[in-house]
């Protein structure tokens, strides 16, 4: 595992790796130990599109290794590639640093920050891809339930980068995917009939949000407009009607159900205020898991180790 781009590029025993992994960490640092097997390296953060979780955790993830997060704006660099190109950009970090982590529009620029680099290149974001965050919600979906395989998730939303790393997650861990998006706005067949391919049936499409979250264990959201699509809001806003999880989507749905959403929540759109207060809602625990999964992440990509 030299890099982490995308959750389609691993098996599934490497993915599960990390999740035990970051169990472990996650209960060593709770219970007050500490693993600073990071002393003296240095990771950039590369941000073209700003965050509040992804920056936090991962600064907050390096430094309980013992390491140093250099925190580099968007004005810092430029946009990747057009100030200068991202071949070059890598080639110099990589004399600097010990790794990257960036958070881009274009999962491109991640793939050739990858190609050129001499140290590990972490995805923390693309137009394509957020695996990070996907894998922080099925270690959070596997605290909350016991086990991973068999369960039924329900994304209802747009078909976006989270959509597609929901896909290739579920496919590598054996749950069922349902997945309501409006026709314009649905998952790309490229990646339905990839996830299929890892594991058959894995991923079902509808336009209806009730028939989605019928079955599921867990139900789904993300914003409606992501950063980048801001001329589309109106549209975007009036063409998602319907698929707002509230409590009379979720009365269809088993009572044991969980929600969850990747934040930032934008109530009174994707999700209401009610829902995301409810018991059943767990988008803090998940928001949590990102420092505890990014932390062994880091701890894989920059130590080459997986043990405690």
């Known amino acids: 595992m030299k890099n982490f781009l995308a959750i389609r590029d691993f098996s599934t025993e490497e993915l599960n790796e990390l999740l035990d992994l970051s169990i472990r960490l996650k209960k060593l640092y709770k219970s007050g130990g500490r693993d600073v097997c990071l002393g003296g390296k240095v990771l950039a953060m590369l941000f073209e599109k700003t965050s509040l979780r992804t920056r936090i955790s991962f600064q907050v993830a390096m430094t309980d290794l013992g390491g140093t997060a250099i925190y580099l704006k968007p004005e810092d660099i430029g946009i990747i590639g057009k100030r200068e190109p991202a071949k070059d950009m890598a080639r110099v970090f990589s004399r600097y640093v010990d790794g990257i982590m960036a958070r881009t529009f274009l999962h491109e620029t991640l793939v050739e920050l990858a190609r050129w680099a001499m140290v590990p290149v972490i995805n923390a974001l693309s137009d394509w891809s957020h695996p990070c965050q996907v894998m922080a919600d099925l270690m959070t979906i596997l605290e909350h339930f016991g086990r991973l395989e068999g369960l039924t998730l329900a994304y209802v ?121 409810a018991d059943s809602c767990i988008i803090f625990d998940q928001a949590e898991n990102r420092l505890h999964f990014q932390r062994a992440l880091l701890k894989t990509l920059l130590s080459g180790s997986s043990s405690l």
């Open 157 to 277: 939303g747009d078909g976006n980068n989270v959509a597609r790393s929901l896909a290739y997650g579920c496919a590598k861990f054996g749950l069922k995917y349902r997945i309501a998006t409006p026709e314009e706005y649905a998952l790309d067949q490229d990646t339905i009939r990839q996830a299929n391919t890892i594991r058959p049936d894995t991923v079902y499409q509808t336009k209806e949000p009730a028939d989605a979250v019928k079955n599921a264990d867990v139900v789904y959201t993300d914003t409606w407009v992501s950063m980048g699509q801001e001329s589309e809001k109106e549209k975007r806003i009036a063409d998602f009607q319907g698929f707002q999880v509230n409590s009379q989507l979720l009365a269809g749905a088993p009572a044991h159900v969980k929600i969850m959403h990747c934040l930032p929540a934008y109530r009174g759109f994707e999700i209401t205020d009610e829902v995301a207060e």
